[in-house]
């Protein structure tokens, strides 16, 4: 079972550029998330996806945007790239569409993203 | 003051020792509460819920207290393995996805 996939596992990108990373899940889960964590800060939630077809903004939206392609790919698009950008990037899924106490995450491996 | 607070660490064990991890919560409205565990350079991955009863499994043992609003992880019997760090995270009352808050982690390192 590959689980979540996330691609690409790095990127390096200069002040204004775009990119797409993206994810997809093998696990027919409803939820899909895009999570960044930063040195010395939680896990913030950038967007997630209770169903196919439907988007909402988690804590820290501002300068992404996002495409549910479909229930297994939830992708995340950066416009206009900032360094505040910099970060780890985790796209994860969920079984339901709502968080219960025996539902667990699954998350992907990564992208660390660099922008200079 | 921070929605989940943790103590960073690093907490520096031998292998065998007991260890115990605290996590504070500020809203009293949370509902459910995990642990996750993540290694170097990894994803983060599901340890255990805690149950309001407490709940053990094998070596880990997962405390709630709502009076004093934290929860614990207790580790006993430490191996090298258990090397990571691990994350508290509480999810708010309301229940959607978007209320899950992740704490900073705190770092474990076994030492042989």
């Known amino acids: 079972n590959a689980g979540v996939t996330q691609t690409p596992k790095f990127q390096v990108l200069k002040t204004g550029q775009s990119m797409t990373l993206q994810c997809a899940q093998d696990?027919?889960?409803?939820?899909m998330y895009w999570y960044r964590q930063d040195p010395g800060m939680g896990l913030r939630l950038i967007y997630y996806?209770?169903?196919?077809?439907?988007?909402d903004k988690g804590e820290v939206p501002n300068g992404y945007n996002v495409s549910r392609l479909n229930k297994r790919e939830f992708s995340l698009r950066l416009e206009s790239a900032a360094p505040s950008q910099t970060s780890v990037y985790f796209c994860?899924?969920?079984?339901?569409?709502?968080?219960?106490?025996?539902?667990?995450?699954?998350f992907g491996s990564g992208t660390q993203l660099s922008v200079l | 003051r921070k929605e989940v607070e943790q103590d960073p660490g690093p907490f520096n064990v031998p292998e065998g020792a007991t260890v115990a991890f605290n996590c504070t919560y500020s809203?009293?409205?949370?509902?459910?509460f995990f642990w996750y565990r993540q290694d170097c350079r990894k994803e983060p991955k599901l340890l255990m819920s805690v149950y309001s009863s407490g709940n053990e499994d094998g070596r880990f043992t997962a405390q709630l207290n709502r009076a004093s609003q934290y929860i614990s992880l207790l580790i006993r019997d430490s191996k090298l393995s258990d090397s990571a760090t691990y994350l508290c995270v509480v999810l708010r009352l309301g229940g959607s996805q978007g209320n899950l808050i992740f704490g900073k982690g705190t770092k474990l390192s076994v030492k042989p």
């Open positions: 996806s209770a169903s196919e077809g439907t988007t």
């Open positions: 809203n009293s409205a949370s509902q459910s």
């Open positions: 994860a899924s969920s079984q339901g569409v709502q968080i219960s106490t025996n539902e667990k995450l699954f």
């Open positions: 696990m027919n889960h409803n939820s």
